[in-house]
């Protein structure tokens, strides 16, 4: 399956989104790996197997194996630190003083560039909801690429997002 499938599957009650999808395909804020980056991390953050696997298809190949692997870490990673992170500020006391204890190698050693990986973290902790995430990963990225590229990234996350929310609805509706 491919974007433009997709696109095809959207009812038209989100025809929106088949036109926001359509023009951040080809956005040229950010550079090709970035972009592709952004979309397999929001793809799969967005827990939708149709769109993760449009998405992959689409843009694998605009990625290295190390790119395609850290934007998997990166969904996989902020799968777990929003998750962690959201309770310590959602609970406050003295959880934010306490060491997480949690193995998060690959954000050190991503494989690819810091802000590349940044930059993915930043889309998938936007969709998972986590205000601490968004906000370090916001700051980092703005301060390496702009705060056009944050815009970006976030606008496909939300995009990507708003694709699964309304395919999934779709197929319980019947309206697929």
């Known amino acids: 399956m491919s974007i433009d499938a997709l696109k095809d599957r959207l009812p038209d009650y989100a025809k929106d989104l088949r036109l926001n999808i359509g023009s951040l395909v080809n956005d040229v804020t950010l550079t090709p790996q970035q972009l592709a980056g952004t979309f ?13 696997k449009a ?26 630190n929003n998750i962690y992170y959201r309770f310590v500020h959602m609970a406050g006391g ?7 204890q949690l193995r998060m190698s690959v954000i ?18 936007a969709i998972n909801g986590c205000d ?4 370090s990963h916001e700051k980092i990225v703005r301060e390496a690429l702009g705060a056009e ?3 970006t990234a976030v606008r496909i996350a939300a995009t990507v997002h708003a694709v699964a929310v309304a395919l999934q609805g779709a197929a319980a509706l019947g309206d697929a």
Do not use: H
Not at 40 to 52: L, P
């Open 40 to 52: 397999v991390a929001s793809a799969i953050a967005s827990r939708n197997d149709d769109v993760t």
């Open 55 to 80: 998405i992959v298809a689409e843009f694998a190949d605009k990625l290295t194996p190390e790119a395609l692997g850290a934007a998997k870490a990166a969904a996989a990673i902020m799968g777990m």
């Open 94 to 100: 003295d959880y934010g003083k306490m060491p997480a």
């Open 108 to 125: 050190g050693r991503p494989g690819v560039d810091k802000a590349d990986f940044e930059l993915w973290s930043l889309a998938v902790s």
């Open 132 to 135: 601490l995430c968004v906000t």
């Open 149 to 151: 590229a944050v815009q």
